[in-house]
C-alpha cells in the first residue's frame, strides 16, 4: 500500500497506470479490491492519489474506514506492507499504529536518525508502541548500518521506553536508481545486484516473524483469525464491538 496520500508514486516507478486511487475507496466509488494492481507474481500494489491537497488532511474517521476496508480482501493477502510517507503527521501515525510490525527506515544522515527518533518517541510517548525494528538504507558496508543502529538505540535507550531489534542494512546501489530510471522494481531489473540480494534477504528474515494474535487496543488493519474466533464462540455482541476495532493480522 502506497500511504503517501497526497504524493503517491509507486505505480510511476513501477511503469503501471493506475485509473483507480484511494480517493475512489472514500468517496464510495468502488471497492479496495477494483484498485489493486498486479505487478509481479503473487504482488499486488494499491496506489494512493497524487497532487489531491485534500488526501493529506483526512480526519480520524476517514482513516479508520479506510483501515477497515482491507478487511474486505484479507482472504487474499498474506502480507500488506505499508510504505508510508515521512514525518509525523496524522495520517502517518495512523497507519504506523495501526500496522502489526514497524520498520523504521534510517540512513546516516543527521536529519534522518533525528526524524526517526521523533517518530519513535511520538509514537511511545503518545499511543504506547514499544518495539520497533530499524533497517539501515544505503549504507557502504554493513558496520555502517550498525553503526547507525547503534546511534539511534543510544538515544532510544536514554530517553524512551522503547525496545529497538536490528533488522539489517541494504546497500547503497547505482542499480536501484537504475532501476528507477527504467521505471522497473530493481529485483526484476537487476535481480543478481546488491541491493536486490539484500532485499531477498530481508524478504526471507520478515516471513519468518509470524503473526500476533494478542489484542493491542487500538484499530488496527484487517480483520484478525482471533477475533473470527471469538465471534464463532458466540461471544456477546457487546464484547465484539469492543474487540472489533483492536484486532488486525497485518506484517509490515
Known amino acids: 500500500m502506497d500511504a503517501d496520500l497526497g504524493l503517491a508514486n509507486v505505480d510511476v516507478l513501477l511503469g503501471v497506470k493506475a485509473k483507480r486511487n484511494i480517493t475512489d475507496v472514500l468517496a464510495g466509488d468502488c471497492s479496495l479490491r477494483d484498485l489493486l494492481i498486479e505487478v509481479g507474481e503473487n504482488v499486488h500494489i494499491v496506489p494512493a492519489a497524487s497532487g489531491t491537497q485534500e ?6 474517521h476517514e482513516h479508520s474506514e479506510l ?8 482472504d487474499e493477502l498474506d502480507v500488506l506492507i505499508i510504505d508510508t510517507a ?20 534510517v540512513c546516516d544522515e543527521p536529519t534522518s536518525i533525528t526524524d526517526a527518533y521523533a517518530l519513535m518517541k511520538l509514537l511511545n510517548r503518545d499511543y504506547q508502541v514499544s518495539r520497533f525494528r530499524v533497517l539501515a538504507n544505503m549504507v557502504r558496508s554493513e558496520q555502517e548500518g550498525r553503526n547507525i543502529y547503534s546511534k539511534l538505540l543510544t538515544v ?14 541494504i546497500p547503497y546501489d547505482e542499480s536501484v536508481r537504475k532501476g528507477v530510471q527504467q521505471q522497473r522494481a530493481v529485483l526484476k531489473a537487476f535481480p543478481k545486484s546488491k541491493a536486490s540480494l539484500a532485499y531477498k534477504q530481508l524478504a526471507a528474515k520478515v ?14 488493519f484487517l480483520l484478525s483469525d482471533w477475533l473470527k474466533g471469538q465471534i464463532n ?20
Not at 464462540?233 to 509490515?252: F, G, H, M, N, P
Request: hydrophobic share 40%.
Open 207 to 220: 516471513d519468518d516473524w509470524g503473526v500476533s494474535s494478542s489484542p493491542r487496543g487500538h484499530l488496527e
Open 55 to 60: 488526501m493529506t488532511t483526512l480526519s480520524a
Open 86 to 105: 515521512a514525518g509525523i503527521s496524522d495520517t502517518v501515525v495512523s497507519f504506523v499504529k495501526a500496522a502489526q510490525e514497524v520498520v523504521v527506515v
Open 156 to 169: 532510544a535507550e536514554r530517553f524512551l521506553d522503547v525496545t529497538l531489534q536490528y533488522l539489517g542494512s
Open 233 to 252: 464462540a458466540d461471544k456477546s455482541e457487546e464484547q465484539i464491538c469492543i474487540t472489533s476495532y483492536s484486532l488486525s493480522r497485518v506484517r509490515s
Open 67 to 74: 483501515i477497515h476496508s482491507f478487511s474486505d480482501i484479507e
